[in-house]
């Protein structure tokens, strides 16, 4: 197969879902650097010009009208470098839905060509059968004397180890362009990051390359939108499946391809809770930028999961743009203080000092509860967290700042948690680590030095609402407790095969039943940054009110 010389910029930019005007400007922006670099042609994420995902924004007929007439302002710009645009379309045909998740390329000042995405995915947090209908047909054109496929995300993944085991799809779209022997195969992409995805993506899609013989550009969205993070890491593969270019994770970037490049130098592995680390970052930092806020507040307890949260929030942020909030009860240890004040020297971050003695002692008042010598039963504990959560709430409006919650994936899993009390806020940085993943976290903040104390990470996990209080005393082994909830909840394992695994019989049960009684729990928090294939969020679509005779 012969290939035609070609320049191709990877386009890799953060767009704003609902702000279409925005999002061509920043289309025409990257596209004019494109063309100033000599590019033949500049490619863009999937839905680029509404972000993704947009949701049931797709149903207002206004939002498809904004989107079509900015595709149709890019193509009449007639710039030197063609593009290749992400858009929602509307469907010719008198049958099926009324849009499609399409990509337009846009060349001579004109909409030249148009391709609809072919495999709609609906499992996870994808629910895209519910709004597009799929093309039938995808063939490659013409273009600068090459044969190009255009594809969208899911339609390169058929048949790959990046989709669920079961066959999903009957059709294969590579396939097809595979058949009509396409030299360059273009595919636009919003794939949410989870861990470990991006070596998976390069791995398959490099066979691919050396399957079809083919070149393939993919392009990635990068930044976040509510609880997904869209990690870049776009790339080109030669035909024998080297990448001949990369571009930047988590953020935006425009690299140029040249079809007659030889490969690039092989990038180094990429550390796991590094990358982990810069997600959350990423989805801390776009969640307040694209909202329209600077300044988040949090409790600072002293404990790991606060100081994780931020520590990420000053990253994220600056450190100026970070509040913690000490809020001492009298069961709150010295150590806690001055850990949680040394954290904050660390970061560099505000910190203030709100006493809930005398709130707590009001509501126990005004309850007729507690007492001396009483035992601080659960009431009572939870009246302390959620003193410290109304604290929260109220700096947060009254200085216009968001409050970020830090609860980690194995509280979340079980309900160990406050409604109201510490799971009030906006956003969960942490909601979908486990709590020795926290802890992993934490070392990783302090391989340059100090930032997180040592005396913070070896001490046992406590929420002080009570004398002597540890979070092992109601709780297993966090080691066990975050296995037995992977296995159940990311990898689908019923209790029988739990416990063939090496976990008691009691303590697997105990367990799982504590997870299937806070779904209501979890219906109200908030939404939490997703790092895993599996997370407490919108792909994971369970009743509240249920019977789970399973787990006996």
Not at 192 to 214: C, E, N, T, V
Not at 272 to 288: H, K, Q, S
Request: some cysteine.
């Amino acid at each position: 197969m012969s290939f035609a010389t070609m320049k191709i910029a990877i386009a890799q930019i953060n767009p704003k879902v609902g702000d279409i005007a925005g999002n061509a400007a920043l289309v025409e922006a990257f596209a004019r650097r494109a063309e100033a670099l000599g590019a033949d042609l500049a490619v863009f994420p999937e839905l680029a010009l509404t972000g993704y995902p947009p949701l049931d924004l797709v149903e207002n007929k206004d939002f498809i009208d904004e989107n079509l007439r900015a595709l149709k302002r890019l193509a009449e710009l007639k710039l030197k470098v063609a593009l290749a645009v992400g858009f929602v379309d509307r469907n010719p045909a008198a049958k099926g839905k009324a849009l499609l998740n399409s990509i337009a390329l846009l060349h001579g000042g004109r909409v030249a060509a148009r391709r609809a995405k072919s495999l709609l995915p609906a499992y996870d947090i994808f629910d895209e059968a519910r709004y597009f209908e799929p093309a039938a047909e995808n063939r490659p054109l013409k273009f600068k004397g090459a044969l190009i496929g255009l594809t969208i995300c899911e339609d390169i993944w058929a048949r790959t180890a990046l989709l669920p085991s079961r066959l999903l799809y009957r059709n294969n779209p590579v396939k097809t362009l595979c058949g009509a022997r396409a030299s360059i195969v273009i595919n636009i992409s919003a794939s949410p990051f989870y861990r470990g995805k991006g070596a998976k993506r390069r791995a398959i899609l490099s066979g691919l390359a050396k399957k079809m013989r083919a070149h393939i550009i993919y392009v990635n969205q990068a930044g976040a939108n509510d609880e997904l993070i869209f990690d870049g890491n776009s790339f080109a593969l030669s035909p024998a499946g080297r990448i001949t270019a990369r571009a930047a994770a988590f953020g935006e970037d425009l690299v140029l391809v040249d079809t007659d490049a030889p490969a690039a130098a092989a990038a180094a592995p990429q550390d796991e809770t590094a990358e982990i680390r810069a997600a959350l970052t990423l989805g801390i930092r776009d969640y307040f930028r694209k909202l329209g806020f600077k300044h988040a507040v949090l409790g600072l307890s002293g404990g790991i999961d606060s100081a994780v949260v931020a520590a990420l929030a000053a990253d994220a942020l600056g450190p100026g743009n970070v509040t913690g909030v000490l809020m001492p009860s009298e069961y709150t240890s010295a150590q806690s203080g001055t850990d949680a004040l040394k954290i904050a020297r660390n970061l560099g971050i505000n910190t203030r000092t709100v006493p809930i003695k005398n709130i707590y002692k009001a509501f126990l008042g005004e309850l007729g509860a507690g007492g001396p010598g009483k035992e601080v039963s659960l009431t009572m504990q939870n009246l302390q967290a959620r003193s410290r959560g109304s604290i929260l709430m109220a700096l947060a409006n009254a200085n216009n700042w968001l409050a970020l919650t830090t609860g980690n994936k194995s509280e979340i899993a079980i309900g160990y948690c406050t409604l109201y009390g510490d799971t009030a806020g906006a956003l969960a940085p942490i909601a979908d680590l486990f709590k020795t993943e926290v802890y992993r976290l934490a070392a990783h903040f302090n391989l340059g030095g100090e930032v997180i104390p040592q005396a913070v990470i070896e001490r046992p996990p406590t929420a002080e609402l009570k004398p002597g209080q540890k979070d092992q005393d109601d709780l297993p082994p966090y080691a066990e407790l975050d296995e037995i909830i992977r296995l159940y909840l990311e990898e689908n394992r019923g209790p029988a095969e739990i416990i063939r695994r090496g976990f008691g019989r009691d303590l697997v049960l105990s367990v799982l039943r504590r997870v299937e009684a806070n779904e209501y729990k979890r219906k109200q928090l908030p939404i939490g940054l997703k790092v895993t294939e599996k997370s407490f969020g919108y792909g994971r679509r369970m009743p509240i009110v249920k019977t789970t005779g399973f787990i006996k």
